[in-house]
T-cell receptor
C-alpha cells in the first residue's frame, strides 16, 4: 500500500530564497508522481507531473525530481515570491492503480 | 483547457438532510471522475472512483449507501451525501481524467459542506 510523507509540514522563508520541499513514498512501483498547489479553501492546481521513466520536470521557477530507488521526490522553487505562499501537495499513484495517494502537504509562507 | 467545475462551492445544511454536489468537466469528456474528502489540516483521501455508465468503486471504509455517486454522462458526476451529520462536514473535491491510463487528473475547486 502506497504511503506518502511530506517534510517539513510548514516552512517560512524570506522572499528571494531558493527552497526545497521533500516527499517520500513507500511503493517504488510508482508510475506517476505529481506536485500540486492548494491555496486556502481552494481546490488543487497541478504543478508538475513526473512519469516513472523521467527523473525530473521543470516549469518556470519550479523543478521536480523523482528517485524511485530511494522513494523520494523533491520540489525545488527558485527565487521564491510571496505569491508562492500556499500548501504544496505531493501525490503518487498506488503501483498498478490509477488511484492517487496524497501526502499531508507542506505549508509554505514566503515573507516579503 | 481541462477545466473542472463544482457546484455548489459551499453549502450549509441541517442534520438529516441530503446534499448533492455536482462535478463537471467543462471542456473535455471525462471517462473517469474521482471524489476526495479533505478534513482540516489533513490530506485528500480518495472516497470513490466513478466511471461513466457504471457503478462507482468505493474505497474501504466509505459507506456507499451514504455517499451516492452517479456518473450519468461523460461530463457530469454527482455526489449525494444522504442523511448528513455534523461529522460529514468536510471539503469535498472531485477530479476528472480524460483518458484511461496514466493521464493526469484535473481537479475541481472543491465544495465546503457544513452540517449543523
Amino acid at each position: 500500500k502506497q504511503e506518502v510523507t511530506q517534510i517539513p509540514a510548514a516552512l517560512s522563508v524570506p522572499e528571494g530564497e531558493n527552497l526545497v520541499l521533500n516527499c517520500s513514498f513507500t511503493d517504488s512501483a510508482i508510475y506517476n508522481l505529481q506536485w500540486f498547489r492548494q491555496d486556502p479553501g481552494k481546490g488543487l492546481t497541478s504543478l508538475l507531473l513526473i512519469q516513472s521513466s523521467q527523473r525530473e520536470q521543470t516549469s518556470g521557477r519550479l523543478n521536480a525530481s523523482l528517485d524511485k530507488s530511494s522513494g523520494r521526490s523533491t520540489l525545488y522553487i527558485a527565487a521564491s515570491q510571496p505569491g508562492d505562499s500556499a500548501t504544496y501537495l505531493c501525490a503518487g499513484d498506488q503501483g498498478g492503480s490509477e488511484k492517487l495517494v496524497f501526502g499531508k502537504g507542506t505549508k509554505l509562507t514566503v515573507n516579503p | 483547457g481541462a477545466v473542472v467545475s463544482q457546484h455548489p462551492s459551499w453549502v450549509i445544511c441541517k442534520s438529516g438532510t441530503s446534499v448533492k454536489i455536482e462535478c463537471r468537466s467543462l471542456d473535455f469528456q471525462a471517462t473517469t471522475m474521482f471524489w476526495y474528502r479533505q478534513f482540516p489540516k489533513q490530506s485528500l483521501m480518495l472516497m470513490a472512483t466513478s466511471n461513466e455508465g457504471s457503478k462507482a468503486t468505493y474505497e474501504q471504509g466509505v459507506e456507499k449507501d451514504k455517499f451516492l455517486i452517479n456518473h450519468a454522462s461523460l461530463t457530469l458526476s454527482t455526489l449525494t451525501v444522504t442523511s448528513a451529520h455534523p461529522e460529514d462536514s468536510s471539503f469535498y473535491i472531485c477530479s476528472a481524467r480524460i483518458l484511461a491510463g496514466w493521464e493526469t487528473q484535473y481537479f475541481g475547486p472543491g465544495t465546503r459542506l457544513l452540517v449543523l
